[in-house]
């Protein structure tokens, strides 16, 4: 009785077939549905399923990261290798290609079958049923209910599952059903559709599977779990491999030399699991630019569309980079340098490095160190913007202040140093950087007191609007509030107190690399072979962004096309690019907390700022600054390559000399 109890629901399922023995199979299969065709779900019929997101470099074909809630990439039947097709029709449903939807046969032998036995153990479902089934469960629009009354146990279910079939074998070519199976199909170890399972287990295309490998795949589709090769058990995967041979040899799919040769293979599941998320800085920040974008639809939508990202990353700079910072700080060192490296006019991000291990284990950091973070000060590096302002204002290079060593403003100041309530900085070094200056040497210098005397004249205003135009953020909350407030008496801004990030300075950079051209920062060139649109706009004119490119030939031991360049913070640099065109500008902090080098040209822009990311007051000291400037130097000169690009464009006479 318990026996017919069990396999109730099977004779019901027999009962509204109204199947007779003499009956032909193709007929058979109709009775379901003579009296009326059901409305097959959207679902059944065009299967929507959770796809595996791929993420690549510049290259398209360098993967550099997954996302995915299920491993599973849709792949075309031709892409799937013969005998893995045989194999599961061997495997699920021998009849497959005979049968409309149902097979009357296989019921009644799984009837004759588990009344032999006493129990219910022999399945009587056709891979189309089996594709049904699977559909209804993997729909990512259903309920949680309706997800389980998919696979629920009931002669309900088993009825719409059956009618369901038969109009679906109406509807599509049975290669068409056979490729849905074969990419909804779960094949254990987490590896959802044929090409998971190929790669997982062997490491594989689908197309590569061997007459041996494939039996295999397709023997552990009735228990995934347990049977899989991977995380099962690998004996059982065996057994279900030479079962799957053996149908295959008694169909007539392959000869019993075959079989043999197949039984025989020694197999080597050399297959590795991809993880889902990142593994490094530069994936990082792809994943929040995506987050960032309307209409992308977030995470979610990156975990589960199946999208085919091509990213701005060039693997060469990358190394580079990784290499540099490596080069001045250990993995293990509390400090850092994360390095930048942009491209000017079009703002894609060839490279985010930094001497870390992205992750979550000891010694590792998550923590976005290059990008999306505040930031660091980055020192003299924001005397440019007071630069343009005054070039913008009228103010040509050759502008001449004779630069004390402390500079009395008339800036309020009741801090350590003031000068009778002033606020009073100095120079570095009053030997070198004291004396009649122009924007030229000053910038070249970096003379604190010429370049704050100058904001003293433009107005520290003008010099943040510079700033926020060639995308500072002042993502900090003190910066933020000081820049959406009265600036009119921010006398030290010049001097680099905002945090900024090395993406955002490069960027900055290379605006003027561009001829004024600021191009918003973006990792991302392609999605799903559509081009995502560099954000540009003309943020200088022109001949103010050559100008400052001219002046900041002077920090790197060039020379400006008006020979007014005398002396410079960096001048290595020069003999690194061996002659070709480069500029750029150191920055200290204050006590030598940050120490900075923004370099460019007019092909790439690159900037590294020192910093100890856990302590602020942490001070990185004065002695690291030119093994900043070399690092940042010989990222930059990887990038720009061998490859020829433009000399910086001489600027006007009247900016150079006004008049």
Not at 113 to 129: E, F, I, V, Y
Not at 591 to 601: C, I, L, P, Q, R
Request: contains cysteine.
């Amino acid at each position: 009785m318990r026996v017919l109890a069990r396999l109730g629901g099977v004779l019901l399922f027999v009962t509204a077939l109204a199947v007779a023995v003499a009956v032909p199979t193709g007929l058979a299969a109709r009775a379901v549905t003579r009296t009326r065709r059901p409305e097959l779900p959207a679902q059944v019929l065009d299967p929507v399923t959770d796809q595996v997101t791929r993420v690549y470099a510049a290259d398209g074909k360098t993967q550099i990261a997954t996302f995915y809630d299920e491993d599973r990439h849709d792949v075309a039947l031709t892409a799937i290798a013969p005998v893995m097709r045989q194999a599961i029709v061997a495997a699920e449903d021998t009849r497959f290609y005979e049968h409309g939807g149902v097979d009357p046969r296989g019921v009644l032998r799984a009837l004759v079958a588990d009344a032999g036995s006493g129990h219910a153990g022999q399945g009587a479902s056709t891979l189309t049923m089996q594709l049904v089934r699977n559909a209804l469960k993997e729909d990512p629009h259903a309920t949680p209910a309706a997800r389980a009354e998919a696979t629920a146990d009931t002669p309900a279910r088993k009825i719409r599952e059956a009618e369901y079939a038969v109009e679906l074998e109406r509807r599509l070519s049975k290669q068409r059903i056979l490729d849905n199976y074969l990419n909804i199909a779960y094949f254990g170890d987490g590896a959802y559709g044929i090409d998971a399972a190929a790669r997982r287990f062997f490491g594989v295309s689908p197309g590569r599977l061997d007459l041996a490998q494939a039996a295999l795949v397709a023997g552990v589709v009735q228990s995934p779990d347990s049977d899989n090769p991977v995380s099962g058990d690998r004996a059982q995967a065996r057994t279900r491999q030479l079962y799957v041979l053996d149908a295959m040899a008694r169909t007539g799919a392959i000869s019993a030399a075959q079989q043999s040769a197949a039984a025989s293979e020694k197999l080597h599941f050399t297959g590795t699991t991809t993880a889902s998320g990142c593994r490094d800085f530069f994936c990082d920040y792809v994943q929040r630019w995506w987050d960032a974008q309307p209409g992308l639809g977030g995470d979610h939508a990156l975990r589960t569309g199946g999208y085919t990202i091509v990213t701005t990353l060039s693997p060469e700079v990358q190394s580079a980079a990784g290499k540099a910072a490596r080069s001045v700080y250990s993995d293990k060192n509390r400090k850092a340098l994360p390095i930048a490296v942009v491209q000017p006019g079009t703002g894609h991000v060839l490279a985010l490095a930094v001497n870390r291990h992205y992750g979550t284990a000891p010694g590792e950091t998550v923590d976005p160190l290059v990008s999306n973070v505040a930031g660091y000060p980055s020192g003299s590096t924001f005397k440019l913007f007071t630069m343009l302002a005054a070039l913008r204002a009228g103010m040509p290079l050759n502008t001449g202040f004779d630069a004390p060593a402390k500079l009395r403003t008339h800036w309020p100041d009741d801090g350590p140093g003031n000068c009778d309530g002033r606020y009073c900085p100095g120079n570095d070094n009053p030997a070198w950087m004291d004396g009649q200056r122009t924007m030229w040497d000053a910038f070249g210098r970096s003379v604190n007191t010429y370049f704050v005397h100058l904001e003293e004249q433009v107005g520290p205003s003008a010099a943040v609007d510079e700033a926020k135009n060639l995308g500072i953020s002042f993502s900090a909350p003190a910066d933020a509030r000081m820049a959406a407030g009265d600036t009119s008496g921010w006398g030290s801004f010049t001097l680099g107190v905002v945090d900024t990030t090395p993406l955002e300075l490069a960027s900055a950079y290379a605006t003027i690399g561009a001829g004024g051209v600021y191009c918003a920062p973006t990792p991302v060139l392609s999605i799903n072979g559509t081009a995502v649109a560099s954000r540009c706009r003309q943020a200088l004119p022109p001949d103010i962004a050559h100008a400052a490119a001219d002046a900041a030939r002077c920090p790197v031991g060039e020379q400006s096309a008006y020979q007014n360049c005398d002396g410079g913070t960096a001048q290595q640099v020069a003999g690194i690019f061996g002659g070709k065109p480069v500029a750029g500008k150191t920055g200290s902090t204050e006590d030598n907390t940050t120490e900075t080098f923004v370099g460019f040209t007019p092909a790439v822009a690159a900037a590294g700022i020192a910093n100890d990311p856990t302590d602020p007051a942490d001070h990185v000291g004065s002695a690291i600054e030119s093994r900043v400037v070399t690092a940042v130097a010989r990222t930059l000169r990887a990038a720009a390559r061998d490859s020829g690009y433009p000399d910086f464009p001489v600027p006007s006479p009247a900016l150079a000399f006004g008049g």
